[in-house]
Structures are given as C-alpha cells and as structure tokens.
C-alpha cells in the first residue's frame, strides 16, 4: 500500500534495505537507499516517476492497491535514469496508451534505453498540466544531474517533487526528514552533492535562484531517494546553496598508497608537522586501498587543500592513485591546494607524475613535493614533519 503524505498524495515507491551500491557507476550506499514515486489522486490521476526494476513487481501490485492502473490519467517521469523508470517498461504493457509527460532529453533517454515509441508529451519550463483543481507546475533542470532532469510543483499543495535533487541515499522507515537521526541524514546529503553535483556547482546557483524568485509557498520537498522534507523544507535548499559555492572546511587530507609503508610512514610524519604547526586545521589521513572511493571524494571535497602521496612502481604510480585522479577530475573541484609526496627506490618519478595529475585536476600546488629515498630515517622523518609544517605555512601564499 501506499503512504498517504499529505490530502491525496501517496508515496508509492520502495525502500531497499539491502543495496550496497549502486551497480552501474558503483556509488556506495552503506545506509541502503529508496525509490519513491508519488501518486497523486485528483480529478486528473498522476504518477510521478517509477522505481528500479528489482521492484517492479512489488511495486505494481503496490500501485494496484492503490488505484485501477486504468485509472492513472498521467505519468510524469521527471529523469530518465533507471533506478526511477525500471519499473516502467513492465507498467506500460499494462497501460500501453497513458501519457508519459517529460522533457524533450528524457523522451530521448527513455527511447535510447527501452526502445519503445510510447505516448510521449514534452513540457518545458513553465508549462502546467491542469489536474482539477490543481495544476502541476515543470521546471526543466537541465544536468542536474543529467541533461534530462526537470522538477514539478503541486499547487495548493505546495509540494515540489524533486527527483534526485535534495535527495539521499537512506533507506529508513520514518519517511520524513525530522524523524530520522539528524547526523545520518546529513552525511548521506554531502556524500551525495560532493559525489555526484559538485560539477554542477554553477548550474545549482542559477537553478535554485530561478526557482527561489518564483515565490512559490513550500510545504514539502519530495525526492525520488531518502526522506520527504516536511520540517524546514528549504533547509537542505540553503545547504545546496552553501555547498555549490566551492564549500570547504578547515581540513587537510592526506591521501596515500603504499606497498611496504615507506609512503605511509612519510603520510604520518607530514600529518604530525601539520599538527605541529597548526592545531586548529582538521587532519585526516587516508589510506586509499583500504576505504571506499565514495566516502573518499566527501573527504576531499570538505577539504581546503589535500597531498597526495604514492610510491614509484615501474615508473609510475599506483594504480589506486591514478584511479581517485580519474574520480577527482572528472569533479572539477576549485579553490583548493595541493602536493605530492612518495617513497622510491632507484628512479623516482611518482612526485613528478602527481603533481602533474594535481595540476591537471584544477588544484593549485602549494610546492614540487617530497620524495624519499626507500625507507624513512629518522632524518627523513624530520624532513618529511618539516615539509608537513611548511605546506601549512605556504598555503595561501
Ligand atoms: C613492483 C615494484 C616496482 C618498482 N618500481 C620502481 C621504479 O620504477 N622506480 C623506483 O624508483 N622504485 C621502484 N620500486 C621501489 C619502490 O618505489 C620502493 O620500494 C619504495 O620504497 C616503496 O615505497 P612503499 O613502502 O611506500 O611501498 C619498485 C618496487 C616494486 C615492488
């Protein structure tokens, strides 16, 4: 059955306790997710979007204790990915002729991943679909996160259904966001941004100032992932905001792999050197074979400035190294610094190549970097400590 959340909306969608991550780009998702799709019972019956296609069963006989599908006079995706539209290849063979309302670049996604010519209506920003006595309202929202998005609002409901926007990967019962553990939810809604908006960050400005300057009364947000905003809705919209501006904390990470914990001990020396020089700054150190590559770029992202540190193998990197560069570019995170530190044994190219791979991310170097020759003695430790206060002491210069 469905939840009733407010008048005649219901929540339709399923919780997935189980996923560990999400199959296709492999986002983590420690704290399970969900995939709500909203029914809405007017004069006009509307379904917004649908949920992944390990549900679909459940979730259609779900959607026929809710209504006759015969019933439904509108289907609104609001994206096209498939973790909201698994479901609806299955749907419309039971309901092969209602129309499916969304943008022009969701129409085509829908077409490229399920190859059928269903009864598509394309909206634009603006536009209204008159459901009685209420109207839904779209507003396209073009990359955020993918050129298909768009958003819907409810009138006289005040209800803004916001797809993956505002959204989280948290599986929880309690449905709304004051009842869930406050630190949980928040930690899932940076994890979130940072992985998936931050090269985004402009859009997310001008979008929610458009949407900001329309005035609309906000009761509710409603995203396709996690909790319904019922208590201080634009909480998460401020957040948003904050987030987009190039966020940071007053935090160093120090991210590290190592074969025979030469690189290690070097990652532990420059930490005690920040310290030293620094006690206000939050250090963090990361070893990246042994964490999740998710919980890694939030890591980063909070960051003001970050050092990299890797061994020469064969005249290069390792490969966890190179691999977080691929995440971490494709980001494009601004404002913050960097170096690069690693251990070699005869020729030492690391340093040189991190450097070059931190350049090429968009972060600015704060010096050339720290090699050390094989294991660290206790000079080389004092030089790696000294190297750790300098780096504080440089950033900003
Ligand atoms: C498979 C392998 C390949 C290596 N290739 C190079 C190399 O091309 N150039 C070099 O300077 N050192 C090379 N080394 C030596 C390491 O860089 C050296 O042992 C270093 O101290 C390891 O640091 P770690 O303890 O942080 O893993 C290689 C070591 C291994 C195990």
Request: charged content about 25%.
């Amino acid at each position: 059955m469905g939840f009733n959340i407010k008048n005649n909306i219901y929540l339709v969608g399923n919780v997935d306790w189980e996923i560990e991550s999400y199959q296709g780009y492999k986002y983590s998702t420690h704290r399970g997710s969900s995939y709500n799709a909203y029914l809405i019972k007017e004069q006009k019956n509307v379904l917004i979007d649908t949920v992944d296609s390990t549900f679909t069963d459940i979730f259609i006989k779900n959607l026929k204790n809710e209504i006759n599908l015969d019933d439904i006079d509108y289907i609104i995706i609001n994206h096209g990915e498939k973790d909201h539209t698994g479901a609806l290849p299955e749907l419309m063979k039971l309901i092969p002729n209602t129309p499916i309302y969304c943008t022009n670049n969701c129409a085509k996604s829908l077409k490229g991943q399920f190859h059928q010519d269903w009864n598509f209506n394309i909206v634009k920003t603006g536009e209204k679909l008159n459901l009685g006595d209420k109207e839904l309202i779209f507003v396209e929202t073009p990359m955020l996160h993918w050129p298909d998005n768009m958003i819907c609002y409810l009138t006289q409901d005040n209800m803004l259904f916001s797809n993956d926007a505002f959204g989280q990967h948290y599986a929880t019962s309690a449905i709304y966001n004051d009842l869930v553990d406050q630190n949980e939810l928040f930690v899932e809604c940076l994890k979130y941004y940072s992985n998936i908006l931050t090269p985004y960050n402009s859009k997310v400005i001008k979008k929610i100032e458009e949407i900001l300057s329309l005035n609309l009364p906000l009761d509710m947000i409603c995203p396709s992932h996690g909790v319904i905003w019922r208590d201080n809705p634009t909480q998460i919209v401020e957040l948003y905001l904050k987030w987009a501006q190039n966020y940071q904390e007053n935090q160093i990470t120090i991210l590290y792999d190592t074969m025979w914990e030469s690189t290690r001990d070097m990652a532990e020396a420059i930490a005690k050197g920040i310290k030293e020089a620094d006690s206000q700054t939050v250090i963090k150190l990361i070893h990246l074979s042994k964490k999740d590559k998710n919980d890694v770029i939030t890591e980063v992202f909070k960051s003001k400035a970050i050092l990299v540190g890797s061994p020469t193998v064969n005249k290069g990197i390792l490969t966890t190294i190179a691999s977080l560069f691929e995440f971490v570019k494709s980001l494009e995170f601004k404002n913050k610094q960097a170096a690069a530190f690693g251990s070699f044994g005869w020729s030492g190219e690391s340093v040189k190549l991190i450097n070059a791979k931190l350049v090429d991310s968009g972060f600015a170097l704060v010096n050339e970097g720290l090699r050390v020759s094989w294991k660290p003695d206790e000079e080389t430790i004092k030089e790696c400590v000294k190297f750790g206060k300098d780096f504080v002491k440089d950033l900003n210069k």
